[in-house]
């Protein structure tokens, strides 16, 4: 079974966002006459989870390649790697009960690093995978977690994800399973961290970067309909742009990283009733695991106050 595979050049960390009028999500330069490794020894990556200290109802998501980690900052000898996911330290194991493992996916090591810069908790876009901007414009851990992934996966094996995290699929209508400006930025950036020659765009479709077709039908079994997918994708398409709007007058110096998390979650909490009515009382709860009425929160406000005091 062939598992993806790149080159161990791309560690080097670049500074994120000293504006943040980068328009364009960056992809990994190679040097012109670096070799391409071919074979390297598959590693388990472990996902973790915890619930927000301010939102248990929400949980951050990270990577590492050991397991448990008993101190914060994480030991980073001896080969240790730690994807912070655009958060902070968290301890697993009997050190902290409240982390949980999703899973411990075989994964490719090197690739992982060269998508996602380890043991860097800055503001550094390689720590992102890429993601630029701001935090929560194009992406939040969620999506930092499942970039750093995509080293699990094969051409048998779609990679693992950070699915079944409490928030999940609220983010996921927000920014999708891998988020970014440009789902051709992120293709580049795997295909830039992988010696094998591969289709990456008919990798990443059947890897569903949105609310698929699929899901759909799994989650409403015979009350499946052209019409409430279409509607789906309506309020979807509707959240983002007004997100996107709302990320606008961030860049331009009319909101703060704070405000414009508060306005999204309000957004997202608005737009709930809409979305259980096409879903369904039942298939709504089964997806978001939470009420309708019930407020929840997607950005987290102290991650998105912590931004606003690095600008």
Known sequence: MKRLILPLFFLAGIGFFT??????????????????IETTTPDTLYAFARPLDNAKFLDHTWVMNYNPNSVCPPDTSNGKKYWYCWG?????????PSSRLLGSPEGNLVMAICITTPNDSTSNVDAH??????????????????????????????PFTVSAAKGYWLSHLLYGTYGGKSASAWNDRVANCSAESINVEARMAAYDQDFSQNKM???????????????????????????????????????????????????????????????????????YNLESSAPT???????AAREDALR
């Open 19 to 36: 504006s943040c009028e980068r328009s364009a999500e960056k992809a990994v330069n190679n040097p012109p006459n670096a070799d391409p």
């Open 88 to 96: 902070v330290c968290h301890k697993t194991g009997d050190a902290d």
């Open 129 to 158: 995978g890429g993601i630029t901007s701001f935090y929560a414009h194009y992406g939040v851990c969620h999506q930092v977690a499942n970039r750093t992934l995509m080293a699990s996966a094969t051409d048998s094996t779609p």
């Open 217 to 287: 039908k799994s989650l409403l079994g015979d009350d499946f309909s052209e019409e409430k997918m279409n509607g789906f994708n309506r309020v979807r398409d509707n959240i983002r742009n007004q997100k996107d709007a709302l990320a606008e007058e961030v860049i331009a110096g009319n909101m703060s990283v704070l405000e414009f998390a508060n306005a999204v979650n309000q957004l997202v909490n608005d737009s709930l009733p809409t979305l259980e009515m096409i879903l369904g009382n039942e298939s709504f709860k089964n997806l």
């Open 297 to 303: 929160m997607v950005i987290d406000t102290a991650l």
